[in-house]
């Protein structure tokens, strides 16, 4: 799949749409998959801070954004690959144009967490800007330590 067929924009409510991306949440994350319910939420509450990337029709990633306590300031919820599809780009190029997105938005930081253990996210994190703020200990319940990583647009604030 070359890159240059791969598409990234907002997400709408599309019910097909909705569907592919909660696919890829359940193959990736089983019992602890957000409910589709969330996604619907997400494209209400937020419509400018939801993407998926596409290869034609085919839905191969998602990142959902949710606003932070303080303005212009995004926490990234969740962004996954579709099985089959990672390493490959797709991610990067997805977290590339939603931030290029949102930066022209106006957003002058964005938040995430990932596991310490997940190095493949952590230097595509990294390669787009974030850095590491702090560990987190039990950030996701007991023994679910986290980084919080954070990407500045410093020119605009």
């Not at 319910?37 to 029709?57: G, V």
């Not at 994190?125 to 986290?146: M, N, P, S, T």
Request: charged share 20%; hydrophobic share 40%.
């Amino acid at each position: 799949m070359p890159n240059s067929s791969l598409k990234t924009e907002r997400f709408n409510l599309d019910r097909h749409a909705i569907a592919k991306v909660v696919s890829i949440e359940q193959q990736l994350y089983d019992n602890l998959a957000y409910p589709e319910l969330l996604f619907y939420q997400a494209a209400h509450q937020w419509p400018n801070s939801q993407f998926i990337c596409r290869d034609n029709n085919d839905i191969l990633a998602y990142a959902m954004y949710a606003p932070a306590e303080k303005a212009n300031t995004l926490w990234l919820m969740s962004a996954a690959v579709k099985p089959g599809c990672q390493g490959r780009g797709v991610g990067t190029k997805l977290l590339s144009d939603s931030l290029r997105s949102l930066d022209e938005q106006g957003v002058t930081c964005v938040l995430l967490s990932v596991a310490p253990s997940n190095a493949a996210a952590i230097s595509v994190y990294q390669k787009l800007g974030f850095e590491v703020v702090r560990k987190a200990e039990h950030y996701l319940g007991l023994r679910e330590h986290r980084l919080i990583m954070q990407r500045k647009i410093t020119n605009k604030e």
